[in-house]
């Protein structure tokens, strides 16, 4: 089993939806999850992140964490052509020189 | 006021040659990285400097030596280089603590090796 699993899309939806973006994982040892969104041929850029479980709010995007069943969630609200792009979830467990695990990414098409 | 800059941005070589990538962060930040994307899009850590020390040497071949003159620089050389190093190279920095570790990424470097 990987470490961290990622459904790599592509997920197409309308403007204005709501979309969800999903990762599970496996390493209990995770506290630290990160989302990144990366554009065609760019680099990835980070989004949000949040500290063991709960939910975070920044704008049209919520990031979401449930540590009991290891899966966290990014929902996009009212989403854009814009927002077109692959979502990469990422976690550490956060002590000392952790490194970042990443999933493989989701591709988002938003269409108008 | 480029956070993270890589050069160069396209690499096109032969197989056998030896090429060499350099990464600059303006961030202050005290630990660089450089991962590999292949075709399929997966990000993988290949090292990890922090304050110019070697803290993270994932399985990479030896061919590829990187050197980080100073906080603010990691540099990636790839010796004799073959097909399957094709593929886009990060560099990427944060400010290591106990914590999220969140890292900041340059524009990548697309190597092709015919």
């Known amino acids: 089993q990987k470490e961290v699993e990622q459904d790599p899309g592509p997920l197409s939806v309308p403007e204005g939806a709501i979309v969800s973006l999903n990762c599970t994982y496996s390493?209990?040892?995770?506290?630290?999850f990160m989302w990144y969104r990366q554009y065609s041929r760019k680099g990835p850029e980070l989004l949000m992140y949040?500290?063991?479980?709960g939910n975070k709010e920044d704008g049209r995007f919520t990031a979401q964490v449930d540590k009991s069943s290891k899966y966290i969630s990014l929902f996009i609200r009212d989403s854009q052509p814009s927002d077109s792009a692959t979502y990469l979830c990422?976690?550490?467990?956060?002590?000392?020189?952790?490194?970042?695990?990443f999933g493989k990414g989701t591709m988002l098409l938003v269409s108008p | 006021d480029t956070a993270v800059s890589q050069t160069p941005k396209y690499l096109v070589t032969q197989m056998g040659n030896d090429k060499s990538i350099k990464c600059e962060q303006n961030?202050?930040?005290?630990?660089m990285y450089w991962y590999k994307q292949d075709s399929k899009k997966f990000l993988k850590i290949m090292f990890s400097?922090?304050?110019?020390?070697?803290?993270i040497n994932e399985t990479v071949p030896n061919r590829f030596s990187p050197k980080s003159p100073d906080k603010a620089h990691l540099n990636l050389h790839i010796n004799s280089l073959e097909l399957g190093d094709s593929a886009v190279y990060f560099c990427?920095?944060?400010?290591?603590?106990?914590?999220?570790?969140?890292?900041?990424f340059g524009p990548g470097t697309r190597l092709t090796v015919l």
């Open positions: 990427a920095s944060s400010q290591l603590r106990t914590g999220a570790n969140e890292q900041f």
């Open positions: 400097y922090n304050n110019k020390e070697l803290i």
């Open positions: 390493n209990s040892a995770f506290q630290y």
């Open positions: 961030l202050g930040h005290d630990t």
């Open positions: 990422a976690m550490s467990a956060g002590s000392g020189y952790s490194t970042l695990t």
């Open positions: 949040t500290y063991s479980s």
